[in-house]
């Protein structure tokens, strides 16, 4: 059974950045196909960053040139640079596939909040 265990976030000014991680565990065949997501209060959840079937990055269009997506295979980590925060990136951000069938359970995320 995949787990994954998300940390990293924090409270940050906007303009600063944060870094997340994602420690996978168990058999998964691949970390290029996990992704990032976020869940704003209210709002629906949004995928933010994954890898494309080359495994080049994609980043959606509210984190483009801010966020990036990377992995460290040997540790079995997914990470989410982010950059240049802003109040309105304020979210709780989990991994899991980037289309379903996602893992679950999901993480329980990590929180993000960005002050002005």
């Known amino acids: 059974q995949v787990q994954l265990v998300e940390s990293g976030g924090g409270l940050v000014q906007a303009g600063g950045s944060l870094r997340l991680s994602c420690v996978v565990t168990?058999?998964?065949?691949?970390?290029?196909?996990l992704a990032w997501h976020r869940q704003a209060p209210g709002k629906q959840r949004e995928l933010v960053a994954s890898?494309?079937?080359?495994?080049?990055?994609i980043a959606a269009d509210s984190v483009k040139g801010r966020f990036t997506i990377s992995t460290d295979n040997a540790k079995k980590t997914v990470y989410l640079q982010m950059n240049s925060l802003k109040p309105e990136d304020t979210a709780i951000y989990y991994c899991?596939?980037?289309?379903?069938?996602?893992?679950?359970?999901w993480g329980q995320g990590t929180q993000v909040t960005v002050s002005s």
């Open positions: 899991n596939r980037a289309l379903r069938p996602y893992f679950s359970p």
């Open positions: 890898f494309s079937s080359r495994g080049d990055t």
């Open positions: 168990g058999g998964i065949l691949s970390l290029y196909g």
